[in-house]
């Protein structure tokens, strides 16, 4: 029976007591190891940490940065956000362990340091096997990658043009310095794709979303043949865009024909690095020799990649099931290994940064007055804003970036 005065265990000198006084302060002994750990690795910028019996901590604030606060409700937070990385994160925030008034600039600070704080952060034991589990099961083989596209791109158009643009425009718009207008910031993004294929007589678009790009080449005189395997998405585009425009459900891999110019928008964040090779051999395939072809992608930090690629993030798991951002290196590479000459390069990360802010302040407003479709429940959208925000902060950090590339067939 337990009197209640804690545990006994037997060594050789004796009995020795174990309340549950001592348990705690041993969990309390190894959270705080985990803080040491997390104030070290913040070289730039600074935390303002509340810890749960309510004393504050200031970690980093050594050299300039971003500034955020966080404050710790349990130790179990901590503990399992440094555990199961992201994903830790994420369902301890959820759990209420943690949370923060600004969530977007505490992620930037993270990401700022993601160097130096790669052991925190990064899910390890069985957390960083069940990753590599996951990404085997979401492979982006023809018949998974349909099942991973609808996961994402099939929760309706409803839902969708709730906080989007009027274009239905679902990657990063390119805004002009004090411009807060999404609508033409998406406009002068898709001006800014068009361009660099400009001249072009026939054009395949890869991964099409709503058709706003298609609609923007077919204005200009071009013939565009545009494929998805988004139904939702297709369906959409057939019924608002022009009928001039050949919409297709195909994948990448089948495409054939030949075309003067190729355009893809953020789409190869669905192929997964296996596949890296076959979506440059479809390229080289399709294209015209001189052809070009331009590409908006997301990259993460080469010096990070490897351990980015060993499990399953937070967006992985419960967002884009197959997705992988590229190694820009390695993708540069494999586009040479198929005579594909890599030329004028744009980043421009902070301007998805004001993107994904604009989303969250759409988003919340749809929310707040009841524009969602039915079936989408308060935790559905707590996880959403946790993903914007938290992509918020990846490009505002420098963790992730954002680009556009033209690739001439040589």
């Known amino acids: ?89 994420f369902k301890s925030w959820e759990a209420g362990e943690w949370d923060s008034a600004d969530l977007a600039g505490l ?4 990401a700022a340091n ?18 590599r589990v996951l990404h085997c099961l979401h492979r ?6 349909r099942r991973n596209i609808h996961a994402h791109y099939d929760l309706g158009n409803d839902f969708y043009a709730a906080w989007l643009d009027p274009e239905m425009v679902y990657s990063s718009a390119r805004f002009q310095p004090g411009e807060p207008d999404l609508a033409a910031a998406q406009r002068r ?14 054009v395949l678009e890869i991964g099409c979303g709503w058709g706003a790009l298609a609609q923007r080449l077919a204005e200009s005189g ?54 890296w090779d076959a979506f440059f051999a479809a390229v080289a395939r399709c294209l015209k020799p001189g052809g070009r072809a331009a590409i908006q992608y997301i990259a993460i930090r080469d010096d990070l990649f490897e351990a980015y690629a060993q499990s399953a993030d937070f967006i992985q798991t419960y967002i884009f ?17 198929h005579g594909l000459d890599w030329q004028d390069q744009i980043d421009f990360p902070l301007d998805y940064a004001e993107t994904l802010r604009i989303w969250l302040e759409k988003f919340d407003l749809a929310v707040s007055q009841g524009r969602l479709p039915d079936g989408f429940d308060h ?30 067939l040589e």
Request: some cysteine; proline content about 3%; charged content about 20%.
């Open 1 to 89: 029976m337990n009197s209640g005065r804690g545990t006994e265990l037997t060594h050789a000198g004796g009995p020795v007591a174990l309340d549950a006084g001592w348990l705690a302060r041993l969990w309390v002994g190894s959270a705080r190891r985990l803080l040491r750990g997390f104030d070290a690795g913040i070289v730039q910028g600074s935390i303002d940490l509340t810890l749960p019996d309510g004393s504050r901590q200031r970690l980093g604030g050594r050299n300039p940065g971003i500034a955020a606060q966080l404050t710790l409700n349990n130790w179990s937070g901590l503990v399992r956000g440094a555990s199961a990385g992201s994903v830790g994160l």
């Open 107 to 110: 992620f930037a600070v993270l």
């Open 114 to 131: 993601s160097a130096h704080l790669s052991k925190q952060l990064r899910a390890r034991g069985p957390w960083r096997l069940g990753g």
């Open 140 to 145: 982006n083989s023809r018949s998974g990658a």
């Open 189 to 202: 993004k898709l001006d800014s794709v068009a361009d660099r294929v400009a001249g072009a007589h026939n």
């Open 222 to 275: 071009m013939a565009v043949t545009a494929i998805s395997l988004s139904d939702a998405q297709l369906d959409w585009a057939r019924a608002n865009r022009p009928s001039a425009i050949d919409f297709c459900k195909q994948d990448y891999r089948d495409a054939q024909g030949q075309f003067d110019a190729i355009v893809s928008v953020e789409m190869v964040e669905a192929v997964g690095q296996e596949y």
């Open 321 to 337: 099931p197959g997705g992988m951002l590229v190694s820009e290196s390695r993708f540069r590479a494999l586009a040479a290994l």
């Open 379 to 408: 935790r559905f959208v707590r996880m959403w804003r946790f993903y914007l925000m938290y992509c918020e902060g990846g490009f505002r950090g420098g963790l992730i970036t954002v680009a556009q590339v033209t690739l001439i």
